[in-house]
């Protein structure tokens, strides 16, 4: 049985002891002053932590490796921000940030690419119509006029055509 990225990524830090809560107290603020040994500590002592953040967000339709890559974004983000304070409760925050941020930008994307093929049928099915019609092709003009769309938007939806047929599956 052949082990995913996520299994091995979770094997990988068993390796790495987790910060201690006296570490997490002080590494924030000597990392913050510059000490990169202090930076690298806590960065990888606050993996595990970033990885047990992702957990409640698996199967939700973004890849686990995404979300680990988002919950690491996160905590580097909380070390970038850091002023004082609870280290541990600011990279909770950011790293629940960028996980909600890449799953509601995975959802705009399928919003957008279920729009344009919506847009592609809708655009094959008046050019069939209409060429029926005629007894020709439609011009770009007529579709446009007919889907109440620019001749830029008719073009745009007829190149995204193209390029999906022009994909080699093979390849």
């Known amino acids: 049985m052949s082990k995913s990225l996520f299994q091995?990524?979770?094997?990988?830090?068993?390796?790495?002891?987790?910060?201690?809560?006296?570490?997490?107290?002080?590494?924030?603020?000597?990392?913050?002053?510059?000490?990169?040994?202090?930076?690298?500590?806590?960065?990888?002592?606050?993996?595990?932590?970033?990885?047990?953040?992702?957990?409640?967000?698996r199967n939700k339709g973004i890849p686990a490796a995404d979300l680990?890559?988002?919950?690491?974004?996160?905590?580097?983000?909380?070390?970038?921000?850091?002023?004082?304070?609870?280290?541990k409760s600011q990279v909770k925050e950011s790293v629940l940030r960028t996980i909600r941020a890449a799953i509601e930008e995975q959802k705009l994307e399928r919003q957008v690419e279920e729009e344009v093929v919506a847009r592609v049928n809708v655009l094959?099915?008046?050019?069939?119509?209409?060429?029926?019609?005629?007894?020709?092709?439609?011009?770009?003009?007529?579709?446009?006029?007919?889907m109440k769309m620019s001749v830029d938007e008719i073009k745009d939806i007829m190149k995204l055509t193209l390029d999906a047929l022009s994909v080699d599956p093979a390849g």
């Not at 974004?73 to 280290?87: H, N, P, R, S, V």
């Open 8 to 57: 091995m990524y979770q094997e990988e830090l068993k390796q790495i002891p987790p910060c201690t809560p006296q570490e997490e107290k002080i590494l924030p603020d000597r990392a913050k002053e510059g000490d990169e040994g202090a930076r690298k500590r806590l960065l990888e002592g606050m993996l595990y932590y970033a990885l047990e953040l992702v957990s409640g967000f």
């Open 68 to 87: 680990v890559q988002e919950a690491n974004m996160g905590l580097i983000l909380a070390l970038e921000a850091y002023e004082e304070g609870d280290f």
């Open 124 to 146: 094959k099915d008046i050019s069939r119509q209409m060429a029926e019609d005629l007894g020709r092709e439609a011009t770009v003009e007529e579709l446009a006029e007919k």
